[in-house]
Nanobody
Framework: QVQLVESGGGLVQPGGSLTLSCAASGSRFSFNTMGWYRQAPANERELVAA???????NYADSVKGRFTISRDNAKNTVYLQMNSLKPEDTAVYYCDAYPNRAYWGQGTQVTVSS
């Protein structure tokens, strides 16, 4: 069974930085696309960033220039480096991986507050 293990969430002051990690395992298919979604209370889940196995990336306009997504194909791990964090970034962040279909992690809370 495919499993996604997320880590790195926490409480950060505005302007601070945080890095999320997600290790995927359990699929005989390659994890062609991996990424991060987030969901704030009363909000719809939205795409934050995604990356293909070849390294192509996509970012939400709200995080472009502040967040950087990367991956280690040998470890099937995707990272999200978040800089210049804002209170609006507060949400539960979910790792997403797509081998034969989409799989989701359990989510990790990111809170940006003074």
């Amino acid at each position: 069974q495919v499993q996604l293990v997320e880590s790195g969430g926490g409480l950060v002051q505005p302007g601070g930085s945080l890095t999320l990690s997600c290790a995927a395992s359990g699929s005989r298919f390659s994890f062609n696309t991996m990424g991060w979604y987030r969901q704030a209370p009363a909000n719809e889940r939205e795409l934050v960033a995604a990356i293909t196995r070849g390294g192509s990336t996509n970012y939400a306009d709200s995080v472009k220039g502040r967040f950087t997504i990367s991956r280690d194909n040998a470890k099937n791990t995707v990272y999200l480096q978040m800089n210049s964090l804002k209170p609006e970034d507060t949400a539960v962040y979910y790792c997403d991986a797509y081998p034969n279909r989409a799989y989701w992690g359990q989510g990790t809370q990111v809170t940006v507050s003074s």
